[in-house]
């Protein structure tokens, strides 16, 4: 079973960096196509950045494309999102989810395994 947890969130100011990460406590973690999305308050969960079981192909949403960069080391079952030049608009509770899919999608509900969730503040 997929167990994800998630570290590296805080706060920070505008054009600072953070690194996410989000480790898997299962066994088939090679096997699980990864992504990250983000969710405020009161709306749906958005799709940030995705990337197949190998990590050979990346896949990011507009408002993040040259600032953030998803990655994954399977050795250690960890997937990670790195997040440089953060703007106040990034502020956000962030979650990684993975599925058993070969191809990355951006749509939530085709995730079956989620994280906790870890607090991004970014202020002005």
């Known amino acids: 079973q997929v167990q994800l947890v998630e570290s590296g969130g805080g706060l920070v100011q505008a054009g600072d960096s953070l690194r996410l990460s989000c480790a898997d406590s299962g066994r088939t973690f090679s096997g699980y196509t990864m992504a990250w999305f983000r969710q405020v308050p009161g709306k749906e969960r958005q799709f940030v950045a995705g990337l197949t079981r190998s990590g050979g192909s990346t896949y990011y949403a507009d408002s993040v494309k040259g600032r953030f960069t998803i990655s994954r080391d399977n050795a250690k079952n960890t997937v990670y999102l790195q997040m440089n030049s953060l703007k106040p608009e990034d502020t956000n509770i962030y979650y990684c989810?993975?599925?058993?899919?070969?191809?990355?999608?951006?749509?939530?509900?085709?995730?079956?395994?989620w994280g906790q969730g870890t607090q991004v503040t970014v202020s002005s």
């Open positions: 989810a993975a599925r058993d899919g070969i191809v990355v999608v951006m749509t939530s509900g085709q995730y079956k395994y």
